[in-house]
């Protein structure tokens, strides 16, 4: 009998873990510190790619589950300048490998793949303790403690079961998102929703950027990037929608109004998103019963690859795990030399692309990657 494994979190890389482990019959128990799978908003848009996300996703046998979820259309991509310009504008032909889902419903898709009580909701981890011989302790902060033998932190940027493995701590990049959100944008602000498209706008400029991305029916989600430190943007007040919107476009003040509109008229309270990373090369040594998937291995700014490096991570750590199932030390020691030269490279380019989007030459140094891939 495999030895069972404990995941703490219940994201996008702890549940392709259990999903993965579900189809090879190794018993697996997830905890998650939210109430219920719809206690919190699960985020926008998200391109699941060929060559890391859908491989997850095809290890946890639900590609055709996946297929449903696909939003046709949304791969377009279109780069604008700050007066409304369009730099970049490449259609969706439906040959691209990187279809557009919701977050959401991809998370949904996933705890569906699992057994009605894989999934123990409401046990927050307050802390971790090693108990020696690869087994570790587990304390929730509703009072309640397990032991495990096997131990996988899939609990993000602000890991509890990290701390087993290694020192590093998350540190703010500079750089923040601010999120909004136009509803029925056809209608009620055309002109912000043909500047989007069918599928992604992306409006860089040095220090800056507006990005958006056209969701289910004609639902327009924004994410306003501002380089700025935390002490500014604590000196807004984020209780107070139309003040903090104000002084968001106030950043964009002569740029087209097709595109802040998508700030100023936004039917949403802004959200605000700062951006913490780990060290590029993050990796630890070998500690016996414990390792780490997703965010709580490799925190790196958004670059389009995150949640398809959790679910890749989730599902090479399950095969893992179902290829040497009476010798734990070696299925981790196999995942763990692949997942660090992986997620090393994913940031490498992650921090590429930040410096395209937000560097000096921004908006045509994207322009250039963009038709240089043509």
């Not at 414990?290 to 599902?315: F, I, S």
């Amino acid at each position: 009998m495999p030895t069972p494994v404990t995941i703490i979190g219940a994201g996008l890389g702890g549940l392709t873990l259990a999903s993965v482990l579900h189809v090879h019959d190794i018993p697996v128990t997830v905890y998650e510190a939210e109430p219920s799978p719809t206690a919190r908003a699960q985020g926008g848009m998200l391109d699941i790619h060929d060559y890391n996300g859908q491989l997850a996703i095809e290890a946890a046998g639900l590609s055709d589950e996946f297929r449903s979820l696909i939003l046709e259309g949304r791969q377009a991509i279109r780069v604008l300048d700050r007066d409304g310009s369009v730099l970049f504008d490449q259609p969706d032909d439906g040959t691209g490998g990187r279809p557009e889902v919701q977050r959401g419903q991809l998370r949904q898709m996933l705890i569906d793949s699992l057994p009605v009580g894989t999934i123990q909701w409401g046990h927050k981890v307050s802390g971790t303790r090693a108990l020696g011989y690869g087994r570790h302790e587990v304390t929730f902060t509703n009072g309640s403690t397990i032991t495990t033998s096997l131990l996988v932190g899939a609990d993000g940027a602000w890991s509890k079961v990290r701390p087993l493995l290694s020192t590093a701590t998350p540190e703010y990049t500079g750089i923040s998102y601010v999120e909004t959100y136009l509803y029925d944008a056809d209608t009620r602000h055309p002109a912000a929703a043909k500047a989007v498209g069918g599928g992604s706008l992306i409006a860089p400029a040095p220090g800056k950027g507006i990005q958006a991305h056209r969701e289910s029916g004609d639902t327009l989600h924004t994410y306003v990037s501002l380089t700025r430190s935390l002490d500014w943007f604590a000196a807004i007040d984020f209780t107070d929608a139309a003040a903090t919107k104000a002084r968001i476009a106030h950043e964009f003040d002569g740029w087209a109004t097709e595109l802040t509109a998508l700030i100023t008229e936004a039917d949403t309270a802004p959200v605000f998103r700062p951006h913490y990373t780990l060290p590029i090369d993050h990796q630890w040594d070998r500690v016996p019963g414990v390792t780490l998937v997703g965010d709580a291995a490799h925190l790196a700014p958004p670059n389009g690859e995150g949640a398809n490096l959790a679910m890749l991570d989730g599902a090479e750590l399950g095969k893992a795990l179902a290829a040497h199932p009476d010798d734990i030390e070696a299925a981790i020691t196999e995942y763990e030399l692949a997942l660090f030269p992986r997620s090393t490279e994913i940031a490498i380019d992650g921090a590429e692309l930040h410096e395209l989007m937000s560097g000096d030459k921004a908006p045509h140094s994207l322009v250039t990657m963009f038709t240089g891939h043509e």
